[in-house]
């Protein structure tokens, strides 16, 4: 019963290439998110959807473009992809509750590597 | 440019002792603060969050805020090596707001 779930786990590609990333989130939240991290471990927000409208657009290049369908699914598409692209990307999904806070579910992470 | 800064070790920490993490933050109006543990290799889990000043325990774990001095702190007791991980720590610079600022992570490694 995986939560949050990405797709592919790993991905190997060239320079140049265009890849996408899918996450699905099975929790009924509203809003989700994209972040990477890069080797040193730095997380970073790069784009957040609340019930498939786009809320959250970081300072990302765009090459970078994500896509929500629905409110569970949230993907990432990646044109000519570079070498400073490669870092892990996680998908995460929010829980928010008045007056209880907030808690984001991480999915697995994609580890990408641009070759 | 808000920012989360933190320690990134490696901290070491004798097995049974106490591990004492550290986080600041640059906007004095910060709302929610957040202790996250990431072992290698896997995705970022939540174990505290705290959004009053003082201290908020939860098992072995202690989150302390203190919003005049602009910290946050993660207190370990008894620390285990299954304890031994990276601990991100996230601010939301406003209460509700959907963006999580995180900073670099402090990595801890408990030696038994």
Redesign the interface.
């Known amino acids: 019963d995986t939560a949050v779930s990405q797709t592919p786990k790993y991905l190997v590609t060239q320079m140049g290439n265009d890849k996408s990333i899918k996450c699905e989130q099975n929790l009924g939240h509203d809003?989700m998110y994209w972040y990477k991290q890069d080797s040193?471990?730095?997380?970073?927000?790069m784009f957040?959807y609340?019930n498939k409208e786009l809320?959250?657009n970081e300072t990302v290049p765009n090459r970078f473009s994500p896509k929500s369908p629905d409110k569970a699914h949230l993907n990432l598409h990646i044109n000519s992809l570079e070498l400073g692209d490669s870092a892990v990307y996680?998908c995460a999904s929010?829980l928010?509750r008045?007056g209880l806070?907030?808690?984001?579910y991480?999915?697995?992470?994609t580890r990408l590597l641009v070759l | 440019q808000k920012e989360v800064e933190q320690n990134s070790g490696p901290l070491s920490v004798p097995e049974g002792a106490i591990a004492s993490l550290n986080c600041t933050y640059s906007d004095r109006g910060s709302q929610s603060f957040f202790w996250y543990r990431q072992y290698s290799g896997k995705s970022p889990e939540l174990i505290m969050f705290i959004y009053s000043n003082g201290d908020k325990e939860d098992g072995r774990f202690t989150a302390q805020l203190n919003k005049a001095s602009q910290y946050v702190s993660l207190l370990i007791r008894d620390s285990q090596p299954s304890d031994s991980a990276t601990y991100l720590c996230a601010v939301n610079w406003g209460f509700g707001n959907e963006k999580l600022t995180f900073g670099t992570g402090t990595r801890l490694t408990i030696i038994p």
């Open positions: 809003t040193k471990k730095f997380l970073k927000i957040s609340n809320i959250i996680f929010r928010w008045e806070g907030e808690t984001q991480f999915g697995p992470g």
